[in-house]
């Protein structure tokens, strides 16, 4: 019997990646070490130089090789590599297993309609893919979700949620669903890994991802200085200056947030009006008062300069009176200014995670969000697939709350009990016969 590799984890405190990595391989049961490398500058250059210059935790590592970033590590647990490195790789089965009903996503939304089914004795599955525990676990306080009058941490209220999910019987696996193909019952829901299941209804709560500006520097120096998580790398650029991108509820937060380390946050907009609220608008002002923080308007972010070995060394930007100036380079009021910052972090929104379902019957608007039926009665979350149903930020654009999520997750648990109790769920049918009785 071989025996299990050594693994050793590089963490920090305050890093939500850092513990989805912690999750990962306790979910495999495998063991592993931990160095926390806050406030331990030794460590801290231990890590770097292991994980060849990069300066973002958590660094995993098995068997002495670098296996990287939670990016990294989750890459390789997709393609099945993960598994073969810690010799714990599955031989493949007879048949799919199949599932009443598949939640893909365990954010808000997904973990809700999993309580839900739970208790309807729907026996869900909740794969949880490249965030699990979503958005919510890369923000610090959350102030707003009712039934906390003094806020409560996102990653607690995911694990509570998680928690009680599991306590009424819903499993929590982890995969990323690569393609659904709706063309016969019961649905086929292949994840990235290779694995297939098959089930009879399916509640698409799969999130969004944090956008990218898609600019020279931005690629290379991910990780190396450039981050789309100021609560996970903040801490790591102490008194350096620092740009947040963006003019939403993230970004001002964001820049909030890192004034606890930053010498300076210049907080970058492309325009003159902020999305964000003006809760956080006029937060962000006492500190843009106390001197923490300076806001450039009508500016973009256009290059960021550094290398891996030194991380960044000045980003680029112009700026245009009247915004929007990457539109306008030609423009001779529009100028270029280079600013001398240690990191440069993203809070430009985010893009639903529905690949997946292209090819489906469910129909997506060109952003990729889900079209649901909406309205007021039942049925709410029903996609035009019948059986499949959307909910979270998969579907919603505009209110993106961490409790709007909860209500439409409850809502589809419950859309899907009516159609699991209702349909003729016969195998090989094609879906429209199968929904004959889901009116
Ligand atoms: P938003 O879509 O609200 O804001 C994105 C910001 O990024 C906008 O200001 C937008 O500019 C800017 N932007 C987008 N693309 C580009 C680009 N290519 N170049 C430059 N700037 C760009 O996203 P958020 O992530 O901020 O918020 C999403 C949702 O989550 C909201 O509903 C928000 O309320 C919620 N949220 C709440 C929080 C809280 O209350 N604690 C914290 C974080 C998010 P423009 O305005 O010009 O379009």
């Known amino acids: 019997m071989s025996e299990q590799p050594r693994v050793e984890i590089y963490t920090k405190e305050d890093c939500p990646y850092c513990r989805k990595a912690k999750d990962l391989f306790d979910s495999k049961g495998v063991d592993y070490e931990t160095y926390n490398v806050t406030g331990d500058d030794d460590l801290f250059e231990e890590m770097v130089e292991r994980a060849d210059g990069r300066k973002t935790a958590p660094e995993v590592f098995v068997d002495d090789e670098l296996i990287g970033g939670w990016d990294d590590t ?41 309580i839900y089914a739970a208790r309807s004795n729907n026996d869900p599955l909740v ?30 209220l995911v694990d509570q949620m998680k928690e009680q999910a599991e306590r009424f019987g819903a499993e929590i696996r982890n995969g990323v669903v690569a393609d659904v193909d709706d063309s016969a019952r019961p649905y086929r829901v292949e994840l990235s890994n290779g694995d297939v299941l098959t089930a009879d209804a399916f509640i698409a709560a799969s999130g969004a991802s944090a956008r990218t500006l898609g600019v020279p520097g931005e690629d290379e120096l991910m990780g190396y200085g450039v981050s789309t998580c100021a609560t996970c790398d903040g801490a790591f650029f102490r008194d350096e200056d620092m740009i947040v991108v963006g003019g939403g509820d993230a970004a001002f937060e964001e820049a909030d947030f890192l004034t606890k380390f930053a010498d300076t946050v210049y907080l970058v ?50 700026r245009h009176p009247e915004g929007y100036p990457s539109e306008k380079l030609d423009d001779p009021e529009t100028e270029t200014v280079e600013m001398d910052v240690g990191a440069v972090f993203l809070a430009i929104g985010h893009t639903p995670n529905t690949e997946y379902l292209e090819g489906t019957g469910v129909e997506l608007d060109e952003a990729g969000y889900i079209k649901t039926e909406g309205g007021t009665g039942g049925g709410q979350t029903k996609t035009g697939v019948p059986g499949i149903f959307g909910a979270g930020d998969v579907v919603d654009f505009h209110y993106q709350q961490a409790v709007t999520a909860a209500g439409m997750g409850c809502k589809a648990a419950l859309d899907a009990d009516d159609y699991l109790e209702t349909a003729d769920l016969g195998a090989g049918q094609p879906a429209t016969e199968a929904a004959a009785g889901d009116d």
């Open 127 to 156: 794969l949880q893919g490249d965030e699990p525990g979503g958005q919510l676990t890369l923000t610090t306080d959350v102030e707003n979700y009712p039934g906390f009058p003094e806020g409560i941490s996102g990653p607690e």
């Open 269 to 318: 907009h492309r325009r003159e009006n902020f999305r964000a609220e003006d809760y956080w608008v006029d937060r962000v002002q006492e500190k843009v008062d106390a001197g923490d923080i300076e806001i450039i308007e009508n500016a973009e972010l256009v290059e960021v300069h550094g290398s891996v070995e030194d991380g960044v060394d000045y980003a680029e930007l112009v």
């Open 74 to 114: 989750q890459a390789l647990d997709e393609s099945g590599e993960l598994d073969e490195k810690l010799g714990i790789a599955d031989d493949a089965g007879d048949g799919p297993e199949h599932r009443r009903l598949v939640v893909s996503g365990s954010g808000i939304a997904g973990l809700t309609a999993a």
